[in-house]
Structure formats: C-alpha cells, structure tokens
C-alpha cells in the first residue's frame, strides 16, 4: 500500500522564479492538504485540495497556489519565489474534506537563493 | 498568542525513562488533537489522534486531553533511543494547526 509521495526530494531556485511541486496521495485518500515547515518550527497550514476544489486555505498570499487532479493527485505552484519561501513543503493527504487523520509525505525541501 | 504553544526543548532522558510532553492551545473550535513524530529531515509521521476528552492508548504511548483546560499530553513509557525525534501535537477544526515542535533525546 503506497504512501504519500511528493516529488522533486530537494529543488533549488532563484528569487523571482516559479516552482512546481507534485504530491500523490495514499492510496483510497481523496483529499490533499499542503504544509510549509521552516527550520526549527512547526507545519504551517497552506491550503486543502477536496473533489478538485480549494476548500480551506492558510494565510498564505495568492503567490501560493494549487491543482488537485481528477485522481486526486494535486501541485502547489509558488510564483515570484522570496528567500523567505525557503522551507520543507509538506503535503498531507485523508479521507472526506476537512482534518481528520492526515498522513504526510517526505516533503520538498525548496532552497530560494 | 500562537493558537498551540508547545516548549521546544531540547528535552534529555534517559532510555527505559518515563517522557511526558505537553501543549496547551488556545482555539476552542478545536474538533480534532493529533500527535507526530518527526526525524530529522523527514515528513512527520501521525502516531496518535484522539477528539475527545480522556486517556488513548496506543503500545508505548497514551495521548491526554483535557478540553477544560485545553492541555494536551503525551507519555511515552520505556523510553528508547529509536524514540529520539521531535514531536509535533496539533489541534485541527476546518484545519490542522500544528506546535513548534517538541526536540526528544533518549541516550543509552
């Protein structure tokens, strides 16, 4: 039974550039949340992708956005990149729309230089 | 006020050692209370999730909840060296909200 899985493991880039990160979920989970770590603190909440839809979202700006696809796969793309978007990028997937048991991926751990 | 406070640590114990970890929040909405375990530039792993009050008892850990005074524990009994990691609780409604962290060291 597969597990969460996020590609690329690590990605640099330059402040400016866009970025492309993909999660797949665990196998039956319909939903995908996405997280952002920075070092030395706890996940922070972007946004919940459910039946294609953005239905929750962090308090993160419209640089942040997201897809889910119809096998509920799901993309976080970030545009104009800040040193400050340098973190581990966490995507969690469940089942049915709001929290419930979340199972994380190993994360992308994005570096903005 | 951050909506879950949790002491980053880092805590020491011995192995065999009794941990207990703790939180407090401040989000009464709270539905939801989940405890991870996180390595070292890993993704966190869900090791207990409880929405009610009381004790859950899960092998070597009991998750706590206190809704009354919004305090959340978790005891690890026998402590081992593989337990070193840190560990994340988390309160969730419409969202998960996660604690910094809480950096545990078991030595031998």
């Known amino acids: 039974d597969a597990g969460v899985t996020q590609s690329p493991t690590h990605l640099i880039k330059t402040r400016g550039q866009q970025v492309t990160l993909r999660c797949s979920p665990k196998?039956?989970?319909?939903?995908v949340s996405w997280y952002q770590q920075a070092l030395g603190q706890g996940p922070q909440f972007i946004f919940q992708y459910y039946e294609e839809e953005e239905r929750q979202r962090g308090n993160f700006p419209d640089r942040f956005s997201g897809h889910q696809f119809p096998n509920y796969s799901s993309e976080l793309n970030v545009n104009a990149l800040l040193l400050g978007d340098s973190a581990l990028y966490l995507c969690?997937?469940?089942?049915?729309?709001?929290?419930?048991?979340?199972?994380f991926g190993p994360g992308t751990r994005l570096t903005v230089t | 006020q951050k909506e879950v406070e949790q002491d980053p640590g880092p805590l020491s114990v011995p192995e065999g050692a009794i941990v207990s970890l703790n939180c407090t929040y401040s989000?009464?909405?709270?539905?939801?209370f989940m405890w991870y375990r996180q390595y070292s530039r890993k993704g966190p792993e869900l090791l207990m999730y409880t929405y009610s009050s009381g004790n859950k008892e899960d092998g070597r850990f009991t998750a706590q909840v206190d809704k009354s005074s919004k305090y959340i524990s978790l005891f690890i009994r026998d402590s081992q060296p593989s337990d070193s990691a840190t560990y994340l609780c988390?309160?969730?409604?419409?969202?998960?909200?996660f604690g910094t962290g809480t950096q545990l060291k078991v030595e031998l």
């Open positions: 969690a997937s469940s089942l049915g729309q709001g929290t419930h048991e979340q199972y």
């Open positions: 988390g309160g969730g409604g419409n969202k998960l909200t």
């Open positions: 196998s039956g989970h319909d939903t």
């Open positions: 989000n009464s909405a709270f539905q939801y």
